[in-house]
């Protein structure tokens, strides 16, 4: 079972992985769209674990919710609201419950990614980090480390997809051939939770 | 990439401290990023406020002031604000007569501006939208995220906001937004990447004799890369490419705007050119305005917008107005 202390750490994994990968964040972004999702990134993630360090919240779906506030109100652009909803979403789905189980992760996730889509108007396969999260969320329900290798493999498989939302739909063709920023940011996300569930 | 900046992570508040020293006419919350004409609310005035990413000065900060935006809301550079800063520049420009919320068309600024409105219609203030979507280089379709916003922003904050400040209701200045919105289209092309402060390089690469031919305003690439052409080539493509989506019926407003890197020298010889091959393509030219006004950073490169001025259009494109980067009359 996964209490709120385990999605404190998860979250603050996140703000470490994106910490360490906010250049090769920034470098796809500068090939598709404006060169700042690595920066963007960092900035919230960085205010959410601060956060999160100061005033834990007790429940995992009260520490997801307060992270995609924290997320809204800091990081800007797309994806503040965007990965704002996600986390929004995906922890008033779990409600209060003091810990759940993986599945009950996944539910919650999924409902968070379905939030995205919305939001966003985009579908799988339009080069967005939908492309990552919604096989990432389908393969939770198997393993953590299922979940990180469909979100790896998602990101991945947005490099001869043509951009058909956000900034790199600009470009038309010339948005072939580059890996989504977004899609890879999202299987940070997996990577960072396989990490500490399996620690 | 040598920049005259201190670190990167402060450009944007170093910029707003500077702003609001140079400006005592405007109230600047360096802190929570909200840049707010000294006299709002306005009493019975409905307020216009708008926000984007920075890098694109004056817009918008300093478009404000009588005649055009009572509040801005600056994000980092190239980076939507966040919600939380419309929402505080709508409680402090909110005289009880409404909010007109300008924004550019894209998903980050969309994004967060439907929060706002939200939460500052949870406040009581009644919020209104318009969305800036003039460049034709972007075709609007499904299968993008629809035309961007660009100069046309300029003649909306200008048009909307002197209609306010005559006094109309709401609804009106949302009008009226809206049909600047409708006739007016933009195109542009860039010389040169433009370098940004997180990235410290530029952020394409643009050989030697070529250019970035319909591009934005955050340093993308553009819909394709042509070989170098003249100022009197380009005036002819950028034209020609806003005349295909823009058949102005009316003289129309022309602005001919630098994206930051490309000298007045050079702005005002394409403004030449650019008349020239309107008035071959039988469009008269009612109001010309020549400089540096929605920019990429140190782009090079500049852009053509094009406004159907009607007589109403007209009368408040003349109207006073007092703001850091755009003032007349009065």
Not at chain 1, 14 to 37: C, K, N, P, Q, Y
Not at chain 1, 146 to 172: D, F, H, I, M, N
Not at chain 2, 239 to 244: E, K, P, Q, R, Y
Request: aromatic share 4%.
């Amino acid at each position: 079972m996964y209490d709120g202390d385990f999605a404190v750490r998860w979250m603050a994994a996140v703000a470490v992985a994106v910490d360490r990968e906010a250049g090769r964040l920034t470098e796809l972004d500068s090939a598709i769209g404006d060169a700042d999702h690595g920066a963007n990134l960092r900035r919230g993630f960085t205010a959410v674990a601060e956060a999160l360090a100061k005033e834990p919240p007790a429940t995992p779906g009260g520490v997801l919710a307060a992270a995609g506030r924290r997320l809204i109100s800091t990081v800007g652009g797309a994806s503040g609201p965007l990965y704002g909803t996600l986390l929004r979403r995906a922890g008033k789905e779990l409600g209060e419950e003091p810990a759940v189980d993986r599945e009950g992760l996944a539910r919650a996730l999924a409902a968070g990614v379905a939030a995205v889509g919305r939001l966003g108007g985009a579908v799988v396969g339009d080069k967005t980090m939908l492309d990552a999260l919604t096989p990432a969320v389908a393969a939770l329900s198997e393993s953590f480390a299922a979940a990180r290798s469909a979100a790896e493999e998602g990101a991945r498989a947005t490099v001869p997809l043509r951009a058909r939302k956000g900034r790199a739909s600009y470009l038309g063709e010339r948005s072939i051939g580059h890996q989504d920023p977004g899609a890879t940011s999202s299987a940070l996300l997996f990577a960072a939770l396989e990490e500490v569930a399996e620690a | 990439m040598r920049m005259l900046i201190n670190v990167p992570e402060t450009v944007v508040a170093d910029a707003l401290r500077g702003l609001a020293a140079a400006h005592p006419e405007l109230t600047v919350d360096v802190e929570r990023r909200v840049v707010v004409r000294r006299d709002a609310p306005v009493a019975g005035k409905v307020a216009l406020v708008s926000g984007g990413g920075s890098g694109h000065e004056p817009l918008h900060a300093g478009f404000v002031g009588p005649g055009m935006l009572d509040a801005a809301c600056p994000g980092e550079v190239f980076t939507s604000p966040v919600p939380d800063q419309m929402v505080r520049a709508a409680a402090a420009v909110d005289s009880g007569a409404g909010v007109l919320f300008v924004v550019k068309n894209y998903t980050g600024d969309v994004l967060n501006f439907e929060m706002a409105a939200e939460l500052a219609e949870d406040e009581g203030v009644r919020v209104a939208k318009v969305l800036v979507d003039d460049d034709v280089a972007v075709t609007d379709s499904l299968y993008t995220a629809g035309r961007r916003g660009t100069g046309a922003t300029l003649f909306v904050e200008k048009l909307a906001g002197a209609a306010a400040e005559e006094g109309a209701p709401l609804e009106r200045v949302e009008a009226v937004a809206r049909r600047v919105v409708e006739r007016s289209r933009s195109f542009g092309v860039a010389l040169s990447a433009c370098s940004t402060p997180a990235k410290g390089g530029p952020t394409f690469d643009l050989p030697p004799g070529e250019l970035e031919f319909g591009v934005g305003i955050h340093g993308e690439p553009g819909r394709e890369r042509r070989a170098m052409m003249t100022s009197g080539e380009i005036a002819e493509a950028a034209v020609d490419a806003v005349l295909d989506d823009l058949r102005p019926a009316d003289p129309v407003l022309l602005l001919v705007n630098g994206m930051g890197g490309t000298p007045l020298l050079e702005l005002y010889g394409f403004n030449a050119e650019v008349r020239r091959v309107l008035a071959e393509r039988r469009v008269p030219v009612a109001r010309t305005l020549v400089g540096n006004y929605v920019t990429s950073l140190d782009m090079a490169g500049a852009s053509v917008t094009l406004c159907a001025a009607d007589e109403e259009l007209l009368r408040l494109w003349d109207a006073p107005v007092r703001t850091p980067a755009l003032r007349w009359g009065r």
